[in-house]
């Protein structure tokens, strides 16, 4: 492949919580950003109350949306239902399964990541992106899993190059910073620091693939 085409990175995608909270999208659309994950549910009854609000505010400016489900340790069949009764996703939106320990209560566990993903295929006939940096490659421990490596990687590290997990051959998205942590840049026009991730391609090609189903 030509070292032109292997240069096209496009660093114009985020991710979003409460913690955001106020969002600028008018702002933040004009910073060049195209691509917004928002967090929308944890767990069995977890909601993220500026899910709503963050969805309907971005609206008027086309861009590429998606959500994540944070998950736990708690029922996976209850936390599928909650994640998508609260989402209804359509066919042009991303959902993630991010797969990280749990701060607050029990960490979902690689078994239950996997039943997660069965459940969801199950529901809505593709693969959620799966989000997991190194408790993800902890939990391997080695083993490549033919079923998660099915999911859209969406890595999660702010070292200087990637790294990836056993049995994935490249990543989806890689978040690259925390808005503090890992190479530039690191703020966004009507956020300011926030976790920013980057495509391997255009923002043509970008807007071609979501949600990577």
Same mark, same amino acid.
């Given at each position: 492949?030509?070292?032109?085409? @292997?240069? *096209? !990175?496009?660093?114009?995608? !985020? &991710?979003?919580?409460?913690?955001? =909270?106020?969002?600028?999208?008018?702002?933040?659309?004009?910073?060049?950003?195209? $691509?917004? !994950?928002?967090? $929308?549910?944890?767990? *069995?009854?977890?909601?993220?109350?500026?899910?709503?609000?963050?969805?309907? $505010?971005?609206?008027?400016?086309?861009?590429?949306? +998606?959500?994540?489900?944070?998950?736990?340790?708690?029922?996976?069949?209850?936390?599928?239902?909650? =994640?998508?009764?609260?989402?209804?996703?359509?066919?042009? @939106?991303?959902?993630?399964?991010?797969?990280?320990?749990?701060?607050? +209560?029990?960490?979902?566990?690689?078994?239950?990541?996997? &039943?997660?993903?069965?459940?969801?295929?199950?529901?809505?006939?593709? =693969?959620?992106?799966?989000?997991?940096?190194?408790?993800?490659?902890?939990?391997?421990? +080695?083993?490549?899993?033919?079923?998660?490596?099915?999911?859209?990687?969406?890595?999660?590290?702010? /070292?200087?190059?990637?790294?990836?997990?056993?049995?994935?051959?490249?990543?989806?998205?890689?978040?690259?910073? &925390?808005?503090?942590?890992?190479?530039?840049?690191?703020?966004?026009?009507?956020? /300011?620091?926030?976790?920013?991730?980057?495509?391997?391609?255009? !923002?043509?090609?970008?807007?071609?693939?979501?949600?990577?189903?």
């Amino acid at each position: 492949m030509p070292s032109g085409r @292997e240069a *096209a !990175i496009t660093r114009s995608v !985020i &991710d979003v919580s409460h913690w955001e =909270y106020p969002i600028d999208f008018k702002k933040m659309a004009a910073d060049g950003i195209v $691509a917004v !994950i928002a967090k $929308a549910t944890q767990g *069995a009854c977890g909601i993220d109350e500026t899910y709503a609000s963050y969805k309907e $505010a971005a609206a008027p400016y086309k861009l590429l949306w +998606g959500s994540y489900h944070f998950g736990t340790g708690s029922e996976v069949d209850v936390q599928v239902e909650h =994640y998508l009764s609260t989402t209804k996703p359509n066919d042009f @939106e991303l959902v993630c399964l991010d797969f990280q320990p749990n701060p607050n +209560g029990p960490t979902m566990t690689l078994v239950q990541a996997r &039943d997660f993903v069965v459940l969801l295929q199950d529901r809505t006939d593709r =693969y959620p992106v799966l989000y997991g940096g190194y408790w993800l490659k902890e939990s391997l421990d +080695g083993r490549v899993d033919d079923l998660l490596t099915k999911c859209p990687l969406w890595l999660a590290q702010y /070292g200087p190059k990637p790294v990836l997990p056993v049995g994935w051959k490249k990543y989806t998205l890689w978040q690259y910073t &925390d808005g503090h942590e890992g190479s530039p840049p690191h703020t966004v026009s009507g956020i /300011g620091p926030c976790d920013r991730s980057q495509f391997r391609g255009t !923002i043509a090609q970008l807007r071609k693939q979501w949600p990577f189903t």
